[in-house]
């Protein structure tokens, strides 16, 4: 009789420690996924978990366009009542846009209006297109609601700030200076300077110009 009860507690205890060991496991393996789940990191803008070291400057005209926004609304914030219209970044020596000026960075000051637009709208900012025609304008190739023409243009808008800037061509690049100025005193509120990197739209090229005259540049091999 008490060998058999002895037997039934040897079987008790043996399966006991079997579940307890296998409840165990169990909790080691949800402590495990918690720790794991707890390390990974949301993504806090699109661009914060790019490493700058990295990236090419080929194609990422976005990216030098996002982070010269983010330096010139650092500690400048939407006001409610407030209209911000972007206008052309130009050559700093001219204050106009030549066709005939081939520098690889031509268009960026086209880019880079439209880039501050997108930029200061998803900041909350109210910018006013003040290139917007009367009436959609349709033509055998195409329709639009956007025009140069001044006689097409709609009546534009009370405007509070503008957001412009200019460029300096180097030889590798282009300084941008991008500024913030009040459209009734004219002071300037917000000011932000980012290098653009020449190849941002086509890669080195073997010909280039440079004060109107022609050179050829090694490639690389």
């Known amino acids: 009789m008490n060998s058999m009860i002895k037997?039934?507690?040897?079987?008790?205890l043996k399966n006991s420690g079997s579940r307890l060991a296998k409840v165990m496991s169990c909790a080691a393996l949800c402590v495990g996924l918690l720790v794991g789940c707890s390390t990974l990191?949301?993504?806090?803008?699109?661009?914060?978990?790019?490493?700058?070291?990295?990236?090419?400057?080929?194609?990422?005209?976005?990216?030098?366009?996002?982070?010269?926004a983010n330096e010139l609304f650092a500690d400048v914030g939407p006001a409610r009542?407030?209209?911000?219209?972007?206008?052309?970044?130009?050559?700093?020596?001219?204050?106009?846009?030549?066709?005939?000026?081939?520098?690889?960075?031509?268009?960026l000051g086209h880019q880079l209006e439209q880039g501050m637009i997108t930029?200061?709208?998803?900041?909350?900012?109210?910018?006013?297109?003040?290139k917007l025609s009367n009436d959609i304008i349709v033509s055998n190739e195409s329709d639009?609601?956007?025009?140069?023409?001044i006689d097409q243009l709609s009546n534009i808008e009370r405007v509070?700030?503008?957001?412009?800037?200019?460029?300096?061509?180097?030889e590798s690049g282009a300084v941008v200076n991008a500024r913030i100025i009040n459209a009734r005193n004219k002071n300037i509120v917000a000011a932000a300077t980012r290098?653009?990197?020449?190849?941002?739209?086509?890669?080195?090229e073997q010909v280039t110009t440079r004060n109107g005259k022609l050179y050829r540049t090694e490639g690389t091999r």
């Open 160 to 170: 509070d700030f503008y957001i412009t800037g200019t460029m300096v061509y180097q």
């Open 144 to 149: 639009r609601v956007l025009t140069r023409n």
């Open 41 to 68: 990191e949301e993504p806090k803008g699109q661009f914060s978990q790019i490493d700058t070291s990295e990236v090419t400057a080929l194609g990422n005209v976005e990216y030098h366009t996002y982070m010269l």
């Open 195 to 204: 290098f653009f990197p020449a190849e941002l739209f086509w890669r080195e």
């Open 7 to 12: 037997n039934d507690a040897y079987a008790f």
């Open 81 to 107: 009542q407030s209209r911000y219209a972007v206008v052309g970044f130009v050559p700093a020596d001219t204050m106009k846009y030549s066709a005939d000026h081939q520098h690889p960075l031509m268009l």
């Open 119 to 130: 930029e200061a709208t998803k900041r909350g900012f109210s910018t006013q297109e003040f």
